[in-house]
């Protein structure tokens, strides 16, 4: 299995693997979601490299190995994933994305039509009547949100992310980091609060028109991005392949990951060149 080495590039820390031999395919940009970093790709990288991909995964502002560059706010994420896919020299991309890192990735896809190759979405969101979950209105909310990331430690980031999933001490450790200054915790409130869905209007029907292999992943029991969200993206997008995951919670790459990196196989085979 290929290494995932974290590597710098403008604003952006990013692991990548590579694949043995001569590629089969575009590359494979992994964008994470909130409140991880691109270790949660770690594996799924690997699974890449050994189906004959590139396999880059950044780490957003403020996460894992990126520093904060405020204001963090959707936009500007949205600014500087495009940046990092530019000094890669990324022509084409099969986009895989999750929580967080649809709402970016998506963006960036729509605003980029001829740049996708293909789409994995995974229990995110792309809708302008969108709905934020209890957690993220505390985070939304002025002075709420500053209270809660305040008082939080590595002690209780840790039970409060296990409550959702298995998180292993080394995750805990990489996610912390976007706790751990004020500067990214202050990125972290910019981000939430410039999330209004409304933004979502002028990307109606523009994800479809991509015309693209897809493939939806999502976890049946997924709390804070309900399996519902998984079946409006398929009526949106007729031609997408759907597979949920029975059982399953919001981080199915963290608590499914061999599920979820045989679904990533299948999918990444059937859009090699030449299939």
């Given at each position: ?264 196989t299948g999918f990444l085979g059937r859009t090699a060149r030449g299939s």
């Amino acid at each position: 299995m290929a290494g995932a080495d974290v590597k710098g590039a403008g604003r952006l820390a990013y692991r990548e693997a590579l694949p043995e031999g001569d590629a089969r395919g575009d590359p494979v940009l992994f964008v994470h979601g909130f409140p991880e970093s691109s270790y949660m790709w770690r594996g799924a990288l690997g699974v890449a490299a050994e189906a004959g991909r590139r396999a880059i995964a950044p780490d957003l502002l403020g996460y894992g190995d990126s520093e904060p560059d405020p204001p963090a706010t959707w936009e500007r994420q949205l600014e500087a994933l495009g940046e990092l896919v530019d000094e890669l020299g990324l022509e084409r991309v099969a986009l895989v994305v999750h929580d967080w890192g649809g709402l970016i990735g998506l963006r960036w896809a729509c605003e980029h039509p001829d740049r996708p190759s293909a789409l994995l979405i995974s229990d995110s969101g792309f809708f302008p009547d969108g709905v934020w979950h209890g957690l993220a209105e505390v985070i939304r909310t002025p002075g709420e949100g500053e209270k809660l990331l305040e008082g939080l430690t590595r002690e209780s980031f840790g039970e409060l992310i296990r409550a959702a999933g298995s998180f292993p001490d080394d995750a805990i450790d990489e996610y912390w980091k976007a706790f751990a200054t004020p500067a990214a915790r202050g990125g972290l409130l910019e981000m939430y609060r410039s999330g209004d869905f409304g933004k979502l209007a002028a990307y109606e029907g523009r994800l479809a028109a991509l015309d693209v292999p897809t493939l939806i992943l999502w976890g049946e029991e997924d709390a804070f991005a309900p399996v519902a969200g998984a079946y409006r993206f398929r009526r949106e997008i007729p031609h997408a392949e759907l597979e949920v995951i029975e059982g399953a919670g919001h981080f199915i790459w963290n608590d499914r990951a061999a599920r979820c990196h045989e679904a990533l196989t299948g999918f990444l085979g059937r859009t090699a060149r030449g299939s």
